[in-house]
Nanobody
Framework: QVQLVESGGGLVQAGDSLRLSCAAS????????MGWFRQAPGKEREFRAA????????YYADSVKGRFTISRDNAKNTVYLQMNSLKPEDTAVYYCANYRGGSYYYTGSYDYWGQGTQVTVSS
């Protein structure tokens, strides 16, 4: 199994930045990559970004391209999501998830999930 713990969420104003962290432990050697999703109240979980270990390719939802950056610190087994120019519509609980294969945009392509971290952006 893979255990994932997110941190870094908080309350910020529109235009501010936050960096989310996702610390991985357990059988990380079997992972193919990591993704970030968000879920707002009453809405489905929505893809934000993904990083594939092999080749380091990154993938982003259209609404975050140019504002969010996903990266990895191999030594710390940690994946980050740098979020700049935050907007009130970015408000949600953010989850990291272990990618097992398939479409990066689909929740079914991920098998282990963290507990989530709340991001609130005020206008």
């Amino acid at each position: 199994q893979v255990q994932l713990v997110e941190s870094g969420g908080g309350l910020v104003q529109a235009g501010d930045s936050l960096r989310l962290s996702c610390a991985a432990s357990g059988r990380t050697g079997s992972s193919y990559g990591m993704g970030w999703f968000r879920q707002a109240p009453g809405k489905e979980r929505e893809f934000r970004a993904a990083l594939r270990w092999s080749g380091g390719s990154t993938y982003y939802a259209d609404s975050v391209k140019g504002r969010f950056t996903i990266s990895r610190d191999n030594a710390k087994n940690t994946v980050y999501l740098q979020m700049n120019s935050l907007k009130p519509e970015d408000t949600a609980v953010y989850y990291c998830a272990n990618y097992r294969g398939g479409s990066y945009y689909y929740t079914g392509s991920y098998d282990y999930w963290g507990q989530g971290t709340q991001v609130t952006v005020s206008s």
